[in-house]
């Protein structure tokens, strides 16, 4: 018998070596947990390029403004309505403001309200959902029940609610000498942030619930209590650092889900104050114009749009990379 | 005994991430009419690929890359999804791991049972129903009228599993395949299945495979065994062979591991480490790694199986060292 | 089951009480009212018409006269539409609304579900990737924009449907689509996703080892188990509907009650968003009822469990 070209010797069936043995029973050593997530993640062609957009699209928000010529406010007269040109890529719209400007500041503020609204949802959902999940019980269950009706209702009726109301208070509230800081930003932005952020929870709540109920049962919260680690410390330590996946993929999905409610806002005449721009405000004052003025509109839709867009994509990529379980 | 099912050199492989990876990498045996044999090994070493490959119903990544299924002297290669359909639940009946998923929670157990026999049978419904009454009848369900018209969430684990098999076997299959039928199952459950099963086998006369990683089981209704391990055949024979001559390491690493009271041991001896990994299948023998007797070339090829005596054989370096000459 | 309904029954009161609470105090939170306009009003007019709406009282015992004039199913009056009452305005509103929401909703299932189904059985082939290309636009372009660009390009460069206005048929068209453009594009992409994973369940195999042909498998074992979540999601796309409304029909110009509601966000029109809001929630709340009701009826699983 031959075997690849040599004869069967004696020396072959020499007993393997253990050394040889104990290096092959060890199989591999597995890549650590966030590394293997990054490697799913990158071999995601979709996921990579919408990262790449998303870098995109913050950095053009936060640099584009610094390097126009024109401020988002800045009403060139005898330039209104302007069809896109060199000059003006975008347009200009009937104040003779830049629409391109306009566009990129409108970035920084939706983009600031996806993002600082996703925040508030995170901090108030994760406490809330941990909580919930690892006291159990009774509270718990109450807790949980707070969530069912609070979910009963669409989320838009609170967000309107919330911000007609907040508006007022805080224009009122921000004229006292303490608060007039803020006064800069504009209480329409800030009810907004405040409104949305306080409204979206519950999706992370029940997330995070779902995961510290199923984590706590485990046996490293038993060993960490056995070294009296106290409850606090162990939901911060332990728990909630292992629902850090399943919140940043609903935080992915949450800021373009706020940006799209900015958008309905604006609609609805609760948006930011003018003359500030969001993609929301810029497309929802073209509506009106749209027989004429086409581009108006096009240009925050298609803002809106890509980033829902790319958000999206990279929420759904970044998911599929955390639960290699999904993986085809 | 005519042979009944004959697998050929059967290669399935499997399109992954890393590329096509081979599950069961060249295997062959027979099954005899009403011939019950029992398929052995861990989980991954192959076992219910082989199964479904015959029953051609491997996940839409898997297909069938190499080999001859020959099922009561038709070769089944040529047989397209239509044609699988005659034989799938007519002529071979199949029973899975979990009888808790394995069962459609929106319909009636009735429904589901019926609907198999209304497709293999041109009889009129009523008397499809009757049929399915007298099938949980004889798999021991009590109140079978009345059971026909719950959800399976209404009946207990062992219970799902005797309603599978009632349904696998009414159609009177040739071959019943059950995959793992009693690892989901607590302990006294799983022996009134495997009497059960047994049972039947004797009233019907039909083949059975039965897959498992329990050794015990197949000891129990067996008449031959197969082990398999990392998608090859390590060892085949008759159950006495395989419990009191088992040629090949894994085989008597298998029967180490299993409690024993007649023998006085009072240690079992587990099998060290994992089993490999088809992503990256070894070039030598699959076992190797865990082998206490592996050998130098063990690491570096293959090897062949071979029949020692009639009908018992197995795919080891360690067989072939004594008779190299002869090769 | 009977229990368990009465249960949720109780459950639904219970949150309608709460909103009624919240949409109260925070609609009385607000600074200023109907009063405060551009020229301060005299002390003794202001007076006047705190005395008329009952907002004189302490903030407490209105909470409890309109608790009490809920439960008669009184809503009050406007406070900028002089002499209307709210009940007046959503009886004449609403079933315009309603009628576009059904109509929606009838748009979304009967194409939205196909649509996730044909993907499903054609993963990763054109027909899958077309109609979710489809879906994932239906899902990040915002519903005015849909609206606008359709009535723009259908009706005023076309003229193939009438512009504006609710007085036809043809005028519901467009409106629906646009209000349905989001949830049908959901609704394709859910039913997909489970179709997919239904597919991969282990009776579904049972059913293919039966020898059931893969219509049977499909269309029978597969579809009852994929279109249950959609049942669930009913209550949030009758919800979806009609968040869309408020925009939608201010678009088209329909007399629906979103474009009332939004008008009396804008003019601060307290009793008339107190009213709507409550109205809103109370409806929702009976359909998301209905809706677990149906679900109860149809998933023989839930049966047993209370």
Request: glycine share 8%.
């Amino acid at each position: 018998m031959q075997l690849a070209g040599m004869q069967l010797s004696d020396e072959l069936f020499m007993p393997l070596e253990k050394e040889q043995m104990d290096i092959k029973k060890t199989s591999e050593p597995g890549l650590t947990y966030w590394r293997d997530v990054w490697r799913r993640l990158k071999k995601n062609k979709v996921a990579m390029v919408s990262l790449g957009i998303i870098i995109l699209i913050f950095a053009l928000s936060i640099i584009g403004p610094l390097l126009s010529p024109y401020s988002y406010s800045d009403q060139l007269r005898g330039q209104e309505k302007q069809w896109p040109s060199w000059q003006h890529p975008m347009g200009t719209d009937s104040l003779g403001r830049d629409m391109l400007v306009r566009v990129l500041y409108g970035g920084r503020i939706s983009l600031s309200i996806g993002i600082v609204a996703s925040l508030i949802n995170i901090v108030i959902g994760v406490l809330y959902g941990g909580i919930s999940g690892y006291v159990g019980g009774k509270v718990d269950s109450i807790m949980m029940r707070i969530c069912d009706i609070i979910y009963s209702i669409p989320l838009m009726l609170y967000v309107i609610l919330l911000t007609v109301v907040l508006k007022p208070s805080l224009t009122s509230l921000f004229e006292l000498p303490l608060f007039s800081a803020f006064k800069s930003a504009g209480a329409g932005l800030i009810s907004i942030y405040i409104a949305i952020g306080i409204s979206y929870w519950i999706v992370t709540a029940r997330i995070v619930r779902g995961q510290i109920l199923s984590l706590k049962e485990q046996e490293y919260i038993t060993a960490a209590k056995a070294l009296g680690a106290g409850g606090p410390r162990i939901l911060l330590r332990h728990l909630i650092p292992n629902c850090i996946g399943p919140i940043i993929v609903t935080t992915m999905l949450q800021i373009p889900d706020a940006i799209f409610t900015e958008s309905f806002l604006s609609f609805v005449g609760l948006g930011v104050d003018a003359p500030v721009p969001s993609w929301g405000g810029l497309a929802s004052d073209a509506v009106g114009g749209i027989r004429s003025y086409f581009y108006l509109l096009l240009f925050p839709s298609l803002a809106i749009s890509i980033t829902m867009l790319v958000f999206n994509l990279f929420g759904d990529g970044l998911r599929n990379a955390l639960d290699p379980r999904i993986r085809k | 005994m005519g042979k009944l099912l004959e697998i050929k050199n059967l290669r399935t492989a499997f399109k992954t991430y890393a590329g096509e990876v081979c599950a069961v990498n060249g295997i062959s045996f027979c099954v005899s009419h009403g011939e019950a044999v029992g398929i052995v090994g861990e989980s991954g070493s192959g076992k219910s690929v082989t199964m479904l490959s015959v029953m051609k119903l491997l996940a839409d990544n898997g297909r069938m890359v190499d080999g001859d299924i020959l099922f009561d002297g038709v070769r089944l290669n040529d047989y397209d999804d239509r044609a699988m359909q005659n034989i799938r639940g007519k002529s071979i009946g199949m029973i899975f791991q979990d009888p808790m998923t394995s069962l459609n929670p929106v319909f009636t157990v009735g429904n589901q049972m019926v609907e198999a026999i209304l497709k293999h049978n041109r009889i009129p419904r009523q008397q499809a129903w009757q049929k399915a009454v007298d099938m949980l009848k004889l798999v021991g369900i009590p109140n079978a009228e009345g059971r026909m018209k719950q959800y399976p969430h209404e009946f207990s684990g062992g219970m799902r599993q005797r309603v599978m098999i009632a349904m696998a076997l009414s159609c009177e299959p040739k071959l019943l395949i059950a995959d793992e039928p009693t690892t989901a199952l607590d302990v006294t459950i799983q022996a009134q299945i495997i009497e059960l099963m047994k049972e039947l086998k004797n009233k019907i006369n039909m083949a059975i495979i039965l897959i498992t990683h329990d050794l015990g089981v197949v000891a129990d209704i067996c008449e031959r065994v197969i082990v398999m391990y990392g998608g090859i055949i390590v060892e085949q024979g008759k159950l006495d062979e395989i419990f009191y001559q088992p040629l090949h390491p894994y085989t008597v690493g298998l029967l180490n591991s299993i409690p024993r009271l007649n023998l006085g041991k009072n240690r079992l001896e587990p099998i060290e480490g994992q089993p490999p990994d088809m992503i990256h299948a070894p070039q030598g023998c699959p076992f190797v790694a865990r082998c206490p007797r592996a050998m130098k070339i063990c690491d570096m090829a293959k090897p062949e199986y071979v029949e020692p005596s009639e009908g018992h054989g197995a795919a080891c370096w360690l067989l072939l060292k004594g008779h190299r000459g002869e090769m | 089951m009977a229990q368990y309904l009465v249960k949720r029954f109780a459950y639904s009161v219970l949150t309608l009480f709460i909103i009624i609470t919240i949409t109260f105090f925070l609609s009385h939170a607000i600074p200023g009212g109907v009063y405060t306009t551009e020229k301060p009003l005299p002390q003794s007019i202001v007076n006047n018409i705190k005395a008329k709406y009952g907002l004189d009282k302490p903030l407490f015992q209105q909470y409890l006269i309109q608790l009490n004039n809920i439960v008669h199913l009184d809503f009050g009056m406007s406070m900028v539409n002089e002499g209307r009452r709210v009940n007046d305005i959503i009886a004449q509103h609403f079933p315009k609304s309603a009628l576009l929401g059904s109509f929606s909703i009838l748009l979304c299932l009967i194409l939205g579900i196909p649509l996730g189904i044909l993907s499903a059985l054609k993963r990763d082939r054109w027909q899958d990737n077309v109609s979710m290309i489809i879906a994932t636009i239906g899902v990040t372009v915002p519903s005015f924009v849909v609206a606008t660009l359709t009535q723009y390009f259908i009706s005023v460069r076309l003229k193939w449907l009438p512009v504006m206005g609710f007085t036809s048929f043809k005028h519901m068209v467009l409106p629906a689509v646009a209000l349905s453009f989001f949830p049908l594009a959901f609704i394709a992409r859910l039913v997909r996703s489970n179709m997919v994973e239904v597919l991969e369940q282990d009776y579904i195999r049972t059913a293919r080892a039966k020898g059931l042909s893969r219509g049977v498998v499909v269309f029978k074992h597969a579809l009852k188990n994929s279109i249950m979540p959609v049942i669930t999601y009913l209550g949030m796309l009758i919800a979806t509907i009609l968040t869309g409304s408020f925009v939608i029909e201010k678009i088209f110009n329909i007399p629906g009650l979103g474009r009332f509601y939004v008008e009396s966000i804008s003019n601060r029109d307290y009793t008339t968003i107190m009213g709507i809001t409550v109205f809103y929630a109370a409806f929702l709340i009976l359909m998301n009822f209905v809706v677990d009701v149906v679900y109860v009826l149809i998933d023989p699983r839930i049966k047993l469990k209370q």
